[in-house]
């Protein structure tokens, strides 16, 4: 897939997942295989008003490039110039949220409220690929309610103002999460545009990684909250969409704590060990579901302080569950 001029491989990106997908587990994601990788969600506002947070999420490394900055905001003017900001950073490209369902986006007309308004959503995109000289790419959500199905439109929109790329989440706002994301929502839209379409939603394994291609004739896939404690989730779609259907099977236990560790490592470097720790938390505990004794492991990794903690846990880990 061609976004603008770069050329990505493979077969599945990272989504961008606030407060989740940090550059530590960026980093582990592509070691793994993921094609490219987005930042957490950034306030164009936020950044406007010299917000040091905002600013720091900015902040890309080599090890998980290809990168995208993502922002959210509502007024053109305020975005295109927080996208001018980002290119202090040097990104891939730019992505623009208008997906995020968390009522403090939504509830101020940014993120997935942007459905209600596809004019708004088209001068949004057109002030953003006009201020920066990298690609620019959106990704939206198949509408606001039930009653308002208008991905099309407002993928439409998006590539007549510029979008090198388009990413849709199967379901409408109003549906968050749950139920099933729906695959002909992403077809019509792939059918609708020239410019390439990432499906998004319910992608937990390779084969319903294969079952997004197959249904829906997108373009690309992206990956969230399944690759969360299990970044290996790349290897294996890669794997089964590039070799004949090869599965490959989760890693043993002592290499998903090995995994843990790294990342941990990474954290801890990036971010200082107590803070680093501190937000490593929910990320250890990921790790643990689906193993033996997986609920007190989760409450353990709730009480982590230091890198040696976790370091201890993760061997005990090893041992109980051998």
Excluded at 84 to 92: L, N
């Amino acid at each position: 897939m061609k976004i603008g001029s770069l050329e990505i491989n493979g077969y599945a990106a990272l989504a961008p997942m606030a407060g989740a997908a940090d550059r530590s587990f960026r980093t582990v994601c592509r070691r793994f295989g993921a094609s490219y990788t987005v930042s957490e969600l950034i306030s164009s506002k936020g950044v406007s008003l010299g917000s040091t947070k905002s600013r720091e999420l900015m902040r890309l490394t080599d090890g998980e490039r290809p990168a995208a900055v993502q922002l959210f905001g509502c007024d053109p003017d305020v975005m295109a110039d927080a996208a001018q900001y980002a290119m202090q950073f040097s990104p891939d490209f730019i992505d623009i949220n208008m997906g995020c369902p968390a009522p403090k986006v939504a509830g101020n007309g940014c993120g997935s409220a942007l459905m209600k308004n596809p004019q708004l959503a088209e001068r949004i995109v057109r002030a953003v690929v006009g201020a920066v000289p990298v690609p620019v790419t959106v990704k939206i959500r198949s509408g606001w309610d039930s009653s308002s199905v208008n991905a099309v439109e407002v993928a439409q929109r998006c590539e007549n103002a510029g979008a090198s790329a388009i990413t849709v989440h199967g379901r409408t706002r109003e549906q968050m999460y749950a139920p099933s994301v729906d695959m002909d929502i992403i077809r019509q839209v792939k059918r609708a545009v020239s410019v390439p379409v990432i499906g998004n939603g319910d992608i937990v394994d390779a084969r319903s990684a294969a079952k997004m291609y197959e249904d829906t004739g997108c373009d690309f896939i992206m990956v969230g909250r399944a690759a969360l404690g299990a970044p290996w989730i790349f290897s294996q779609i890669n794997a089964y969409l590039s070799d004949e259907n090869r599965t490959l099977c989760d890693p043993p236990i002592s290499e998903r704590m090995r995994v843990l560790m790294m990342q941990a490592r990474l954290t801890v470097d990036e971010k200082g060990e107590i803070k680093g720790i501190k937000e490593l938390r929910k990320h250890a505990a990921w790790y643990m579901n689906g193993l033996r004794g997986a609920a007190r492991y989760r409450r353990e990794c709730g009480e982590l302080n230091s890198l040696e903690q976790l370091y201890e846990l993760c061997y005990r880990v090893c041992k109980e569950n051998d």
